[in-house]
T-cell receptor
Framework: GQNIDQPTEMTATEGAIVQINCTYQ??????LFWYQQHAGEAPTFLSY??LDGLEEKGRFSSFLSRSKGYSYLLLKELQMKDSASYLC??????????WGAGTKLIIKP | IAGITQAPTSQILAAGRRMTLRCTQD?????MYWYRQDLGLGLRLIHY???????GKGEVPDGYSVSRANTDDFPLTLASAVPSQTSVYFC????????????FGNGTRLTVT
């Protein structure tokens, strides 16, 4: 079956760096998305990776290893507003999105 | 402002009642989706539409129906609501390319009592 695994919850300190991991098993692979979702709000797009390697976008970076079925989202210089859930989703061979349950990130001052 | 509008924002519904959740987008996206989000679970696809006039079943379609009469509107209907349909419902759309990100509406919080 198809599956996405990511930690349920993580805690980090304001100003620090945090890495949120995601592993996936899908029937084929056409890329991996990360979304941010603040409590009570809609998910918003952060990144898309289809090739191996690291893509940097300001304080946020996303990494993909296709051979390992693994991705991570790296958040630097954490701010209180980064407290949110981070959703990992893989695009399978039929271009259907397979979603993880999300990682709730708690930022402490 | 371009985007997706969902209505209502929230609703309390008696079991057995019929309910239609509305979704309208002004981005001229062909592909539209309905998801439900429950605590501890990932977003689960209910129904989708790749273009006006066509619809398809997602992972959890039972008890729900959709229509796509035009590009902009994609309503979701619960014919006879049950308590297990208590959830947050998100409508989303996507531009042509499959690797385009989804744009989500603000969601409808539905409670079935």
């Amino acid at each position: 079956g198809q599956n996405i695994d990511q930690p349920t919850e993580m805690t980090a300190t304001e100003g620090a760096i945090v890495q949120i991991n995601c592993t996936y098993q899908t029937s084929g692979f056409n890329g991996l998305f990360w979304y941010q979702q603040h409590a009570g709000e809609a998910p918003t797009f952060l990144s898309y990776n289809v090739l191996d390697g690291l893509e940097e976008k300001g304080r946020f970076s996303s990494f993909l290893s296709r051979s390992k079925g693994y991705s991570y989202l790296l958040l630097k210089e954490l701010q209180m507003k980064d407290s949110a859930s981070y959703l990992c989703a893989a695009l399978d061979s039929n271009y259907q999105l397979i979603w993880g349950a999300g990682t709730k990130l708690i930022i402490k001052p | 402002i371009a985007g997706i509008t969902q209505a209502p924002t929230s609703q309390i519904l008696a079991a057995g009642r019929r309910m239609t959740l509305r979704c309208t987008q002004d981005m001229r996206h062909n592909a539209m989706y309905w998801y439900r989000q429950d605590l501890g679970l990932g977003l689960r696809l209910i129904h989708y539409s790749n273009t006006a006039g066509t619809t398809g079943k997602g992972e959890v379609p039972d008890g729900y129906s959709v229509s796509r009469a035009n590009t902009d509107d994609f309503p979701l209907t619960l014919a006879s609501a049950v308590p297990s349909q208590t959830s947050v419902y998100f409508c989303a759309s996507r531009a042509e390319s499959f690797n385009s990100p989804l744009h989500f509406g603000n969601g409808t919080r539905l409670t079935v009592t």
